[in-house]
């Protein structure tokens, strides 16, 4: 158990729709950091926030959107949802921002669109 | 941006076997994480290694950063090895970069 929780563990949803993702990082960890795991791309980061606020952005489409909230817990939104978006979506935390240090991953949230 | 190749692409094994994954990376890194991914999906966090060398019972990593690539060792497998192994690394920024991963399947 690497102390990051993740809700839900799966997702069925329709095209078009809207979804929430919800991470909180370890005790302690004030990064957390958004990755999405397809067939076709494999796992690829998205996000990451640090201390509330927005420290670094990958190939997150602008559908998608994040914030991390002053319990540091963090969301990920998922919006106008398409077939393709169907994946798995891991929050990793770790200590501090910077590449040094190590990132922990959660159970993973897995979403299928229909 | 920073590429990471991993070999074998497949790996199926004898329970007992020992194996060696490879991981190379294209730039200095300062940090490299290996993970392995169980048949439920779950990323399990083997080693963060972004130089020198490690052990952790059966499992042990080597990361020769001047010459930009790591290995991890798998000794006495068992059927519960089996998944997939990642190597991941960063380059001064936060982001991990993933490899493509090596599929092992530890046969009893």
């Known amino acids: 158990d690497s102390g990051v929780t993740q809700t839900p563990k799966h997702l069925i949803t329709a095209t078009g729709q809207r979804v929430t993702l919800r991470c909180s990082p370890r005790?302690?960890?004030?990064?957390v950091y958004w990755y999405q795991q397809s067939l076709d791309q494999g796992l690829q980061f998205l996000i990451q926030?640090?201390?509330?606020?927005?420290?670094a952005k990958g190939n997150i489409l602008e559908r998608f959107s994040a914030q991390q909230f002053p319990d540091l817990h963090s969301e990920l939104n998922l919006s106008s949802l398409e077939l393709g978006d169907s994946a798995l979506y891991f929050c990793?935390?770790?200590?501090?921002?910077?590449?040094?240090?190590?990132?922990?991953f959660g159970p993973g949230t897995r979403l299928t669109v229909l | 941006g920073i590429q990471v190749e991993q070999s074998p692409p497949d790996l199926i094994l004898q329970e007992g076997a020992n194996s060696t994954l490879r991981c190379n990376f294209s730039?200095?890194?300062?940090?490299l994480q290996w993970f392995h991914q169980n048949p439920w999906g779950q990323l399990i966090n083997l080693f963060y290694?972004?130089?020198g060398t490690k052990q952790n019972g059966r499992l042990s990593a080597t990361t020769v950063a001047t010459e930009r690539y790591s290995l991890l060792y798998i000794s006495s497998s068992q059927t519960t090895d089996s998944g997939v192994y990642f190597c991941?690394?960063?380059?001064?920024?936060?982001?991990?970069?993933f490899g493509a991963g090596t599929i092992l399947r530890v046969k009893s």
């Open positions: 730039d200095s890194v300062n940090n």
């Open positions: 991941a690394v960063a380059l001064g920024g936060n982001k991990l970069v």
């Open positions: 926030y640090y201390n509330g606020e927005e420290r």
């Open positions: 990793a935390s770790s200590l501090l921002a910077g590449g040094i240090f190590t990132q922990y």
């Open positions: 290694i972004p130089s």
């Open positions: 005790s302690g960890d004030l990064s």
